[in-house]
Each structure stands twice: as C-alpha cells, then as structure tokens.
C-alpha cells in the first residue's frame, strides 16, 4: 500500500513562499499525486494534481522528481487565509484491488502575520 | 456545478435511532466516496461506490449502511450507533474511478451520537 510522509506542522509568514515535501517511497507506475487542503469543519479542497517534473496551477506548483518518490507543494506569497491542513495523497491499492484516495495525516500550516 | 451537496448540515441522534445522511452531485460523477473524520484526523475511507455499485467498503461496522439509489445520490443509512461515532461525515465524488482524478468533497454532516 502505498503510504505518505509530511511534516506534522509548518509556520510561515505571510508574502512568504511555503514548500511542503511529502514522501511517497512505495508510489505505483500508474498513481498519481494530489494535495488537497481542509478547513476546519470542512470538506478538504482540491489544489493540485500531478504525475511527473512540473505542474502550476493559480494556486500553487507541484515539483516532483524523476524518481517520483517525493514531490513538494509550493505555494507563494502566503496569506492568513491559508492556515489549514494540507494533505499530500497517492493511490492507495486496497485489499479489493483497487485503488483509492486514502489521507495521511497532513501538514498542519501555519501563516502568522 | 461544481459543488456536492450533503444534507443534513448537523445532526445529533440516540443510539436507538434510524437516521439517513444524503449526498448529491450534478457533476456526472461515476465514483462517490463516504469518509468518516474524527476531530484532529485525517478522512479515514468508509465506502466507495463506482457506477451505483459499491466497490469498497473498508470494514465498516454494519450500523453504517451505503446506499446508491441513481448516479447523483448517495445515502449513508445510521443505526444503533455508539457515541465514539460521533464524527464529521463527508461524502466525495470524483470523475475518474479511484484516485486518477480530481475529487469534489462536500462540506459534511456533523453527526453527534448521544
């Protein structure tokens, strides 16, 4: 089963650059990686999706290497307004054989002012 | 429309009682997905259901009973359950089939087992 690794926490300040590196040692050929960020007392938001070198969106950049075994959101000039959890995911093969989003247990991003 | 709506927004029932929780999306989506998510935790994957038939269920207690009635909706059937199920429930839909695409989450029920 595929299984992710981030960081517990971050700070940052706003009009910072964050980066945040997920590990994904076991990822399979044909899974793709997605970061997806949660509010408290809601549903988690898409923010980005890729499979290999480079994606930019509005939002955010996802960098990810050729070995593909970790990848690191990027998101700049950060606001207040993006203190939230962020998780990093990868397909997960369940017992059924398919596979599925499963959560890890997220980055916790704190922006102060 | 982009959004996957959940009803009720809060709801608190005994543990004798029957309740429903509903789901519903216009987006075409062929997967819909229920997680259940405890206070400072991840979504932990309850029920998967690709094209109207349930393609997972991750050994959910049968107290939590998926329903798919038509490609739109989604029920997640309560009863008889335990205090420590007290939890936010979210249901999700996604185009694509387990995990390749972009998944649309709604905002949850909170549900309080007393």
């Known amino acids: 089963l595929a299984k992710t690794t981030q960081p517990i926490s971050m700070d940052s300040y706003e009009g910072q650059e964050v980066n945040i590196t997920c590990s994904h040692n076991?990822?399979?050929?044909?899974?793709?990686i997605t970061w997806y960020q949660q509010f408290p007392s809601q549903g988690p938001r898409f923010i980005i999706q890729g499979y290999k070198t480079k994606v930019t969106n509005e939002v955010a950049s996802l960098f990810i290497p050729a070995d593909r075994k970790s990848s690191t959101l990027s998101l700049p000039r950060v606001s207040l307004s993006d203190t939230a959890v962020y998780y990093c995911?990868?397909?997960?093969?369940?017992?059924?054989?398919?596979?599925?989003?499963?959560f890890g247990k997220g980055t916790m991003l704190l922006v102060s002012p | 429309d982009t959004e996957v709506t959940q009803t009720p927004k809060h709801l608190v029932m005994g543990m004798t009682n029957k309740k429903s929780l509903k789901c519903e999306q216009h987006m075409g989506h062929r997967a819909m997905y229920w997680y259940k998510q405890k206070a400072k935790k991840p979504p932990e994957l309850m029920f998967v259901?690709?094209?109207?038939?349930?393609?997972i269920n991750e050994s959910v207690p049968s107290r939590f009973s998926p329903e798919c009635p038509n490609s739109s909706l989604l029920n997640l059937h309560l009863h008889a359950l335990q205090p420590e199920d007290s939890a936010l429930y979210l249901c999700a839909s996604s185009q694509g089939v387990f995990g390749a695409t972009e998944a649309f989450f709604g905002q949850g029920t909170r549900l309080t087992v007393v």
């Open positions: 995911l990868v397909g997960d093969r369940m017992n059924s054989g398919y596979s599925t989003l499963t």
């Open positions: 076991n990822i399979a050929t044909n899974d793709y």
């Open positions: 259901y690709s094209y109207e038939k349930l393609s």
